[in-house]
């Protein structure tokens, strides 16, 4: 694990989030559009993990279900906002200052774990790894294939075309989404993929 503020990532993540909230944008967050969509896929009950959770609107929509909700960030001042914005609501989140490249979730150790705007390849074995038999996987974030050029400048923080199916081909697919270009593309899901996918064993 790492330290808070130990390293550059860490440094640049709560520069962001400092400027969010001087803005006031940490105050106007909403979970992800694959959560909010596709919620009804959630189980009863569970252990759930928030991934570089940010101020972790994705963490409190997953306690708002009933699951035990963990948020997980580099940046200390996403995970404090979280603390603030969980107690105002009486919600319990067990968060935890956490550099997930170096220190991903162990084997076998969540029922769902969900990761939106963010990517790292090297780690996505560790992230499957680490959901439970029938655990589910809810991720979402930018492509290359895009109609806006919202999201990360690099190409290497987004999707190539049907990527998000390769790297999770160890999952049972339960919905998949890319739209990229085809189309009105004033309308529909652009910019994004999102998979959900089942561990079945």
């Not at 906002?81 to 170096?102: F, Q």
């Not at 439970?132 to 190409?155: A, I, K, M, W």
């Not at 990527?163 to 593309?185: H, S």
Request: with cysteine.
């Amino acid at each position: 694990m790492t330290a808070p503020g130990s390293n550059k990532e860490s440094d640049k993540w709560n520069a962001i989030y400092q400027s969010r909230q001087q803005t006031g944008e940490t105050t106007k967050l909403s979970p992800a559009y694959i959560l909010q969509e596709f919620h009804h896929l959630l189980p009863a009950q569970g252990k759930a993990l928030d991934l570089a959770s940010g101020p972790g609107a994705n963490a409190l929509f997953l306690a708002q279900h009933n699951m035990e909700s963990h948020a997980w960030d580099i940046s200390s001042i996403a995970i404090e906002k979280l603390k603030e914005i969980s107690s105002s609501l009486n919600l319990d989140i067990k968060t935890e200052v956490r550099d997930v490249v170096t220190s991903p979730p162990e084997e076998n150790s969540f029922d769902v774990i969900v990761v939106s705007h963010f990517l790292d390849r090297q780690i996505m074995p560790e992230i499957i790894a680490a959901l439970r038999e029938n655990g589910l996987l809810f991720y979402q974030t930018f492509t290359r294939t895009r109609v806006q050029d919202s999201g990360p400048s690099s190409d290497k923080y987004r999707l190539g075309k049907n990527e998000l199916l390769d790297l999770c081909k160890d999952l049972d697919t339960i919905v998949y989404r890319e739209e990229g270009t085809i189309g009105d593309t004033e309308s529909g899901f652009r910019n994004e993929a999102l998979f959900i996918g089942q561990r079945s064993k």
